[in-house]
């Protein structure tokens, strides 16, 4: 038996017939896509905190009797600068929690997809091993 043997992932598990092998296999599937859905996240927090930098990049560049406008549905309506600043900042901050959470679920979802492959890779490698002790009776 291979002590290199791997389970594939995505597909239909009807042909495996070992139920605790498909469900270790099943088990893999779901953290992936569950990881996935956090990179998704992950990037569009990203992206969002790079608007933001470069918003505040050029806000603070403004005078502070600068003219500054809101959009609010079709409306702009007058900001002070000072407010408007204050709002960048607290959307900086509150995007870098949840880019920091986002990352800290990343790692927990990653370890949990290692540990689900290795124990299917475990239980491969018995199955092999026992058809290999059959087949040599």
Do not use: C, W
């Not at 901050?93 to 290795?118: F, G, P, R, T, W």
């Amino acid at each position: 038996a291979s002590e290199n043997t791997h389970v594939k992932v995505g597909g239909d598990y009807s042909t495996i017939s070992d139920d605790k092998l498909r469900e270790l296999v099943e088990k893999v599937e779901t953290l992936q896509k569950e990881h996935g859905t956090l990179v998704e996240q992950r990037q569009n927090l990203a992206a969002s905190a790079s608007e933001n930098t470069h918003v505040k990049e050029e806000m603070d560049k403004l005078a502070d009797d600068a003219r500054v406008f809101k959009l609010i549905g079709p409306v702009l309506v007058k900001q002070e600068v000072s407010e408007a600043r204050s709002n960048v900042d607290s959307r900086l901050e509150m995007l870098k929690e949840q880019l920091s959470k986002v990352e800290k679920q990343l790692e927990d979802k990653e370890s949990a997809i290692a540990a689900a492959q290795k124990a299917a890779n475990e239980r491969q490698k018995e199955i092999i091993e026992a058809s290999t002790r059959a087949a040599a009776k």
